[in-house]
């Protein structure tokens, strides 16, 4: 079967940000969505099988850092390499900057940081629900979205 959710392209490319047992990750992903307005909760679609699905579930946190076009060169970096092997920070030239329990990324116009208030299976992912506790807003810019072969700036 054709992979459905190509249909729904494009999608906003997002950081998600994870820390847990003095490990600190950062992941690219396209499934990120709100969920609530009062209070403001979002969620983020992770697979077990990524290295940020166990730093979220034992962090009980999560960040989304928004980038604009300009961090294009390191979205790719962060979702190309593994955690494990990478400090993805370090490679993808990205600033830390100290949220409440996860580090945000300081040259992303907007953070958004998130504990995780409930996880839900879907499929061969896990929905990991985020209540809003801080955001960051640094500067107004342009989204970056993936397509099916690429990057699209809006």
């Known amino acids: 079967m054709e992979k459905l959710y190509h249909l729904l392209y494009p999608m906003r490319v997002c950081l998600i940000t994870s820390r847990a047992a003095g490990k600190d990750n950062i992941m ?22 990524r290295y940020s ?43 830390k900057e100290e949220g409440k329990h996860v580090p945000l990324i300081k040259e992303c116009p907007v953070s958004i940081e998130c ?15 985020g209540k809003a506790i801080d955001v960051k807003k640094r500067s107004g810019a342009k989204g970056l979205y993936q ?3 690429g990057f699209i700036e809006v």
């Open 147 to 149: 397509a099916r072969d």
């Open 115 to 129: 504990e995780v208030v409930s996880e839900n299976a879907s499929g061969d992912h896990v929905v990991f629900v």
């Open 28 to 49: 690219a992903a396209s499934w990120v969505f709100p969920l609530s307005f009062e209070p403001a909760m979002f969620g983020v679609s992770v697979s077990p099988k």
């Open 53 to 95: 699905f166990d730093l979220i579930r034992k962090g009980k946190a999560f960040g989304i850092n928004i980038p604009d076009p300009a961090l294009k060169e390191a979205v790719m970096i962060c979702g190309t390499k593994s955690g494990k092997e990478t400090d993805k920070f370090v490679e993808a030239k990205l600033t």
